[in-house]
């Protein structure tokens, strides 16, 4: 079934400069895989198309069961000069959770 | 040499809460306590209030935070490392002198300098962002190099209780003490490493204690109006466990360490501070009791031979307006709104930029198509060089009261000056660090 990241794992968003970093947890280690082959660094500059214009790397975290996003060119110059609301970007954590993948429970 | 020490942090940045400090120095038994409070702009702000005013330019919290802290740091026998020294780090220890004369409490403050390396600056450096000079980013206000751990050695090598800084690593703020106190040899690259981790795991304060990582859902936590901040015990051979004082509000867990581990990390593998390029990504972390965890397998290789500066320019203006509209047609009515300021004045702007509130403010429309709220806030902003263009953006967006569309109110305009950060890298040997001792 389809469901929303959101409810099976847990992101943190962090800056530097213009980069955006999102970590991506699942809550049960039994879905790490299915972040691993689903949540990929395509599907995400996908997602945020409208946000990220640069490249984004994938890390994966097999000891840590996690994976790590760095994203570049992605929060409008960086939060010392960017005009958007968020300049920081601290809310895109929640907007990669909105990503959906296919799970078999 | 110790086999175990405890350091707390108070502070994960410089707007941060006041008692979590005073709760971790007095219920704690803290050997240390770090307040981390200096972000990468808040030290061009603060070198602006220098320039205003050459008494200024430390942490604007500064004597908020050690009026209370002072009598707690002298009674429980703790020291304290903090980087609120800002842009004027003497002037900060300064302050801190003439707040304990005022207590009758004799202490020492050493001070440390060196970062600021403003004077230096030719202006052709090439930043890490663009490849461009520095000079190109316009009027440069401060430079500032993230010293190390080997900075604050020397300080902590005297025998004062507290120690100010200006910009450094905020992990160094941590990393020093365990140095210092265990005799860690500094070319030992793994150690340091694992320090390293240590140090960015608490940086942040409330973001591991469960306060950030806060979800009433998914990840609901326990007392959040009253969120204790984090202590670690460090042992000799690099080992950590993590908690928070009894009785105060948040969670330490797996899962608040692992979000807090990554936070604004670019390559797990190479995290590269002043003291060490440190490796995150085999670091295994370990629930040992409620809100109790353990912090194994950091390591490094070693440290780089450039430091980081962080570069301050004039950025010019932002200015904004923002006016509501409710019930039928508040989304059409507030996009008639933003296209007639958008034909009015969004050719005089470097950047514009139009936002529905409630609806796309955040994330733009695509994310934002299935929203559809009774109420929409319309936010304009531009960037420009001049001021007055600036306070157009607010004046446009509140003479639509009268100029309509129907139903608009609630209108607010908004001027900042914007101070740029750019980063460049910088010769160790040339940067050199010193400590001045002051004494009340």
Same mark, same amino acid.
């Given at each position: ?36 082959? #689903? ?16 490249? =984004?790397?994938?890390?994966?975290? /097999? ?43 | ?5 405890? =350091? ?66 002298? #009674? ?19 302050? =801190? ?7 009758? =409490? ?79 040899? !500094? ?19 409330? #973001? ?95 440290? /780089? ?8 320019? #004039? ?24 296209? !007639? ?100």
């Amino acid at each position: 079934m389809k469901r929303k990241l959101a409810e099976i794992a847990h992101s943190r968003a962090g800056d530097k400069g213009n980069t955006l970093v999102l970590s991506l947890f699942p809550f049960d280690k039994k879905d790490f895989d299915t972040l691993v082959d #689903q949540v990929t660094a395509e599907k995400v500059k996908i997602h945020f198309s409208e946000q990220i214009k640069g490249e =984004i790397t994938r890390h994966i975290l /097999p000891e840590l069961q996690g994976l790590l996003f760095t994203c570049e060119n992605a929060l409008s110059t960086g939060v010392t000069t960017s005009l958007a609301l968020d300049s920081h970007g601290k809310s895109l954590s929640f907007a990669l959770l909105e990503l959906e993948v296919e799970t078999n429970n | 040499m110790k086999e175990k020490i405890r =350091i707390g942090c108070g502070a994960g940045f410089s707007g941060d809460r006041l008692e979590p400090a005073l709760i971790l120095t007095e219920k704690g038994n803290l050997d240390y306590l770090v307040l981390e409070c200096l972000a990468e702009r808040t030290i061009a702000l603060a070198q602006k209030r220098k320039q205003q005013d050459p008494s200024q330019g430390y942490d604007v919290l500064l004597e908020r935070r050690m009026e209370g802290l002072l009598p707690l740091l002298i #009674q429980h026998k703790t020291r304290l490392i903090t980087n609120m020294g800002a842009a004027n780090p003497i002037a900060g220890g300064k302050k =801190i002198i003439e707040i304990a004369q005022k207590k009758g =409490i004799k202490i020492k403050v050493a001070v440390v300098l060196g970062d600021d390396v403003f004077s230096q600056l030719s202006g052709e450096e090439l930043t890490m962002e663009g490849n461009l000079p520095l000079k190109s980013y316009g009027k440069l206000v401060s430079a500032n190099a993230y010293l190390g751990a080997d900075a604050i050695l020397p300080a902590l090598d005297t025998d004062a209780q507290i120690i100010i800084t200006g910009r450094v690593a905020d992990p160094s703020l941590f990393l020093a003490p365990m140095i210092k106190e265990f005799g860690w040899d !500094i070319n030992d690259a793994n150690l340091l490493g694992q320090g390293t981790v240590i140090g960015h795991l608490l940086e942040c304060a409330g #973001q591991i204690t469960g306060g950030y990582f806060a979800d009433p859902v998914t990840k609901p936590i326990p007392n959040m109006d009253r969120l204790g901040h984090p202590f670690v015990d460090v042992f000799k051979d690099g080992k950590a466990k993590i908690s928070k004082v009894s009785g105060t509000g948040g969670m330490v867990s797996v899962q608040t360490a692992k979000e807090q581990l990554l936070y604004e990390v670019l390559d797990p593998e190479n995290y590269f501070t002043p003291d060490v390029v440190a490796d995150f990504s085999k670091v295994k972390i370990k629930e040992i009791a409620k809100d109790e965890i353990e912090v194994l397998g950091g390591k490094g290789k070693p440290r /780089p031979q450039t430091l980081k500066v962080s570069v301050g320019y #004039q950025a010019g203006w932002m200015g904004e307006g923002e006016i509501s509209y409710a019930g039928a047609h508040a989304l059409e009515r507030a996009k008639l709104a933003g296209d !007639i300021i958008r034909k009015r004045i969004s050719h005089l702007y470097h950047e514009f930029r139009v936002d529905y509130i409630g609806m796309s403010s955040l994330h733009g429309e695509l994310l934002s198509q299935n929203s559809n709220p009774y109420e929409i806030r319309l936010r304009i902003a531009g960037k420009t060089q001049e001021k007055f263009l600036a306070q157009l953006v607010g004046e446009e967006v509140e003479a639509l009261y009268t100029n309509g569309p129907a139903g608009g109110g609630g209108a607010r305009k908004n001027v900042t000056e914007l101070l740029g950060v750019v980063s460049i890298l910088k010769d160790r040997s040339s940067i050199a660090s010193q400590v001045e001792l002051l004494e009340s």
